[in-house]
């Protein structure tokens, strides 16, 4: 149980604290930076996969081309979860990409009500409507919906109902996906490397270096997770979830100065009340079903 907290809290530590690294690597487009990490990223798991000698999956995915369809959507899904991340990192919106992991619990109950057919408790009812009128409140005062923080959500949260149901495991899964992509993002970067817009090949080698990384700080925090969650109950890996979230809003606002005050502190307010009143519920459940036994 312990070391299972320690794996789940240091993935979202690390996820917490991605603003740092996407700011250093700013002087690269928000999309090379999508491209070069979906390269280095399958650099990477490949090199752990031939360290585990990890390929029987690989047999799997070609007699079950339904696994390999459900994918490539989720593929697409995660690139877009990315790209919207990167974007609004290095241009100022942390504290918007922040809203984004708040209210992706309550996506995710949402999603599952009209895509699964799962029922809602009353009090799961009570934590949506709250959130969304934090959401309302948040779109009334700037004018427009804090699109950043919903597509987040919903990219990742409809990302996480593909993966719920999918035939492997988060190594093989990310392999898949990040193999899929790849053609895709070469291509890209070599359309990029001919008509000079690819800072990579003219970078310093400390950028160099450093875009690299985006392999391991990619698929890291994805295993460190998987190891968690099969050692911790889901309402500890829920409440330890808004570890991420809370790291990057005071990075957004403390280290990068991006103002969080007056009504948008009322919005976000209504949105934590929300959030606590569905952590609250998950934990009167569990605490129920383990009287009950």
Same mark, same amino acid.
């Given at each position: 149980m312990q070391i299972g907290m320690l794996y789940a809290a240091g993935?979202?530590?690390?996820? $917490? /604290?991605?603003?740092?690294?996407?700011? @250093?690597?700013?002087?690269?487009?928000?999309?090379?930076?999508?491209?070069?990490?979906?390269?280095?990223?399958?650099?990477? *798991?490949?090199?752990?996969?031939?360290?585990?000698?990890?390929?029987?999956?690989? $047999?799997?995915?070609?007699?079950?081309?339904? *696994?390999?369809?459900?994918?490539?959507a989720s593929a697409t899904l995660l690139s877009v979860n990315w790209y919207i991340y990167i974007w609004a990192v290095n241009n100022g919106h942390?504290?918007?990409?922040?809203? $984004?992991?708040?209210?992706?619990?309550?996506?995710? *109950? /949402?999603?599952?009500?009209?895509?699964?057919?799962?029922?809602?408790?009353?009090?799961?009812?009570?934590?949506?409507?709250?959130? @969304?009128?934090?959401?309302?409140w948040l779109t009334w005062q700037a004018g427009h919906l804090p699109w950043i923080g919903l597509g987040l959500a919903f990219s990742f949260g409809s990302y996480g109902l593909l993966r719920k149901t999918a035939a492997l495991g988060p190594l093989e899964g990310l392999s898949l996906e990040t193999l899929l992509l790849f053609p895709l993002a070469f291509g890209c970067l070599a359309v990029m490397?001919?008509? $000079?817009?690819?800072?990579?090949?003219? @970078?310093?080698?400390?950028?160099k270096w450093l875009m690299a990384a985006a392999g391991p700080i990619t698929a890291v925090p994805l295993l460190l997770f998987a190891a968690g969650a099969r050692r911790i109950p889901m309402s500890t890996l829920g409440f330890l979830q808004y570890i991420a979230p809370s790291l990057q809003l005071l990075l957004g606002v403390w280290l990068y100065g991006e103002p969080f005050g007056g009504a948008r502190l009322v919005g976000f307010a209504v949105i934590w009340s929300a959030l606590a009143v569905y952590t609250l519920e998950g934990f009167r459940q569990v605490w129920s079903a383990k009287t009950a036994t």
């Open positions: 993935a979202y530590i690390l996820w $917490g /604290l991605f603003p740092i690294y996407f700011r @250093a690597v700013q002087n690269f487009s928000p999309l090379e930076i999508l491209l070069q990490r979906v390269a280095w990223a399958l650099v990477f *798991v490949l090199i752990v996969l031939a360290l585990r000698r990890q390929w029987s999956w690989i $047999g799997k995915v070609r007699r079950q081309p339904k *696994v390999l369809a459900g994918f490539a942390v504290v918007d990409a922040s809203l $984004g992991y708040f209210i992706t619990p309550l996506v995710n *109950v /949402l999603l599952g009500l009209l895509l699964l057919h799962e029922r809602m408790r009353p009090i799961q009812w009570a934590a949506v409507m709250l959130a @969304a009128a934090g959401v309302a490397a001919r008509h $000079g817009q690819n800072t990579f090949l003219h @970078a310093p080698a400390a950028s």
